[in-house]
């Protein structure tokens, strides 16, 4: 069975209600966690595309592109776990993984299975949770993988969207 059923959580995915590019973060990270996440996609050979301030580059170390941030770069990774969904990350500083997904490309039970093994992927991998948030609302989150019960849980009721 399904971490979560569509009909239960469709609300949150309605991008007319939440905005259309809800927050994604998983917080309290560091360099090594970030190296990590680079080493999935090419593990799980991912479709990507690197650019630094919007300008296309080969995909850098995790050092790299931190210390890049930290020179007032903007690292941007695109991925596409599969070819209709993109989940766009940002590393905007060690301390967190931040990456935005687009709801409208999240509509129905098959996508939303996506969105949320990428979550356990990433949180399975890490060892952190991964918190999503209706856009503009970072810090009150949705729905994410939980750490401790080792999968995507609700954090909201859906009805009361």
């Known amino acids: ?28 990270t560091s360099v090594g966690d970030w190296q990590t996440v680079l080493d999935l996609i090419r593990l799980h ?5 690197f650019s630094l301030s919007g300008e296309p580059s080969a995909l850098p170390s995790a050092n790299e592109m931190v210390a890049a941030a ?11 776990p599969v070819p209709e969904i993109l989940v766009i990350f940002r590393a905007y500083q060690a301390e967190s993984i931040d990456f935005d997904v687009d709801l409208r490309e999240l509509q129905g039970q098959e996508r939303l299975n996506v969105l949320v093994d990428f979550l356990r992927v990433i949180g399975r991998c890490l060892g952190k949770s991964v918190l999503m948030s209706s856009e503009g609302f970072k810090g009150h989150p949705d729905l994410g ?8 849980v ?3 009721d859906p009805r009361a969207s």
């Not at 569509?6 to 973060?25: H, M, Q, R, S, Y």
């Not at 050979?45 to 595309?49: D, L, R, S, V």
């Not at 993988?145 to 995507?152: E, K, N, S, T």
Request: proline share 7%; net charge negative; no cysteine.
């Open 1 to 28: 069975m399904p971490d979560l059923l569509w009909d239960d959580v469709k609300t949150l995915f309605d991008p007319e209600i939440n905005g259309a590019l809800p927050d994604v973060v998983v917080e309290g």
């Open 45 to 49: 050979g991912w479709k990507y595309a």
């Open 70 to 80: 930290s020179a007032g770069e903007t690292p941007t990774i695109k991925v596409w």
């Open 145 to 152: 993988f939980d750490v401790d019960a080792d999968r995507v």
């Open 154 to 156: 609700l954090m909201v």
